[in-house]
């Protein structure tokens, strides 16, 4: 394993590590990131020796609210998540499924209701079942695998 | 009981209860009753179904209710303007209960967050239609006394037909053996027959005289052009399948019962309804009959 780091370490805040290659942008658009003032270190294509290639991203100053970690779980679910003060890791974790996903992907079904602009509607969808795992629409009931919901984000 | 939105919603007590209901009203539907007087029953029908709308009506009827209807063109014309969160919002002071027929789905999902009236979805595009199931169970129980152990087939478009799922999911459930055949091109999706083979013994073929002599229900539906995504798979399945007199007096058990959801296009011929298993139309007077349950359940408790 390279030793050698590709992206400078943060002082406090989250490292989001084990990202599938390409995707750390998703996730920078489901995050509360404030591109403006934030301070955001993105690697894209990383050598990883358990992914071949992966993301990382580190968000100084920031610690991801629990639905964050969700959406961070819909895109990325092999991530872990590192927590930092004063540039050592004190917390790590990987993500996991949420049991509930609200507004933050549209559901698969073009006849479905939420997927109507005219109605006051936010998507949800529930985890049916686990390995692998499956989600299902409460509206329109279709199931949807857990690997399609990041093309189905908003 | 408030909202009918699934059949998902229900569990087994809930079904019974509405099947407890249903038998106290075969009575009501002969003599009438003014349980529901003063009652108003509000028919919302974005998509067409007479058949359905009237049940419903017929059933609040027969408890003394009232009925007020917005159907066909005059919904479709709201629909343009307005939202179905607004209408429901507008049309839930008009009334006591709403039942609702759109051809989107989550449709009375949506309609039952926004309505302080009980919603009873009478089928939500290729969705749900709850109370098809419930009528389908009361049927087979009033038929047969049970539906543990019975031997149901289930025939014909098993892939787009909403109302089977929730059918075949319901007898698993109650622990019925299920039979379900079909064209290849219509089997069951994977998922839905996963699910009942965790909870009941299931066969699945599409040669329906090779297990017409073991069944003790045969419930067979139509293709339906406005499921099907692609129109030209519609043309290779339409007319696929076919129950014939000859077959039903050579292969089926006299006390098989025949049921059908209706209408019905060719998949039975005209000259099976002579048969003494043919069902299908005392099926439509369950209808009424579990509408009413559903009714009281619902406004009386």
Do not use: W
């Amino acid at each position: 394993m390279s030793k050698e780091l590709k992206v400078k370490k943060i002082r406090n805040g989250t490292v989001i590590d084990h990202i599938p290659p390409g995707r750390a942008m998703d996730i920078i658009k489901i995050l509360n990131v404030n591109m403006e003032e934030d301070t955001v270190l993105i690697a894209v294509n990383v050598d990883s020796s358990k992914m071949g290639k992966k993301d990382i991203i580190k968000i100084e100053g920031k610690l991801l609210e629990r639905d964050e970690v969700d959406k961070v779980a819909i895109v990325a679910p092999e991530a872990t998540v590192n927590i930092i003060k004063d540039y050592e890791v004190v917390k790590k974790f990987k993500v996991k499924p949420p049991e509930t996903v609200e507004g933050v992907i549209k559901c698969p079904n073009p006849n479905c209701i939420t997927n109507d602009e005219r109605e006051p509607v936010r998507t949800r969808f529930v985890l049916e079942s686990d390995d692998p795992p499956v989600y299902r629409c409460e509206y329109c009931e279709r199931l949807v695998e857990a690997d399609r919901l990041p093309d189905l984000i908003r | 009981m408030f909202h009918v939105i699934s059949i998902r919603d229900f569990s087994r007590d809930d079904i019974e209860r509405v099947l407890e209901r249903a038998r106290e009203m075969e009575e009501v539907y002969e003599t009438g009753d003014d349980r529901l007087e003063g009652k108003i029953l509000c028919t919302l029908f974005f998509a067409p179904s007479t058949r359905t709308r009237l049940s419903f009506e017929s059933a609040m009827l027969r408890l003394g209710g009232d009925v007020i209807s917005m159907v066909g063109k005059e919904a479709a014309s709201t629909a343009k303007g307005e939202n179905l969160a607004d209408t429901v919002r507008t049309v839930q002071h008009y009334c006591d209960v709403i039942v609702l027929r759109h051809p989107k789905e989550g449709a009375a999902r949506l309609a039952a967050e926004y309505s302080s009236v009980p919603v009873i979805n009478a089928g939500d595009g290729a969705n749900q239609h709850p109370t098809q199931t419930l009528l389908d169970l009361y049927t087979i129980v009033k038929e047969k006394g049970r539906i543990e152990g019975l031997r149901v087939g289930v025939l014909g478009d098993l892939k787009y037909a909403r109302t089977v799922h929730s059918l075949v999911q319901a007898l698993a459930e109650f622990g019925a053996r299920i039979y379900l055949i079909s064209p290849p091109e219509l089997r069951i999706p994977e998922h839905v027959r996963v699910d009942i083979e965790g909870k009941a013994e299931v066969t699945e073929t599409e040669d329906v005289t090779e297990v017409l002599p073991e069944l003790d229900v045969l419930y067979v539906t139509r293709i339906q052009r406005e499921m099907f995504p692609d129109p030209e798979e519609f043309e290779k399945v339409k007319g696929s399948y076919k129950i014939t007199r000859r077959m039903i007096e050579e292969y089926a058990d006299d006390d098989l019962v025949i049921l059908h959801p209706l209408p019905r296009v060719d998949e039975i011929e005209p000259d099976v309804d002579e048969l003494p298993q043919a069902r299908y139309f005392d099926q439509v007077r369950n209808g009424v009959v579990v509408r009413m349950a559903l009714l009281d359940l619902i406004l009386n408790g």
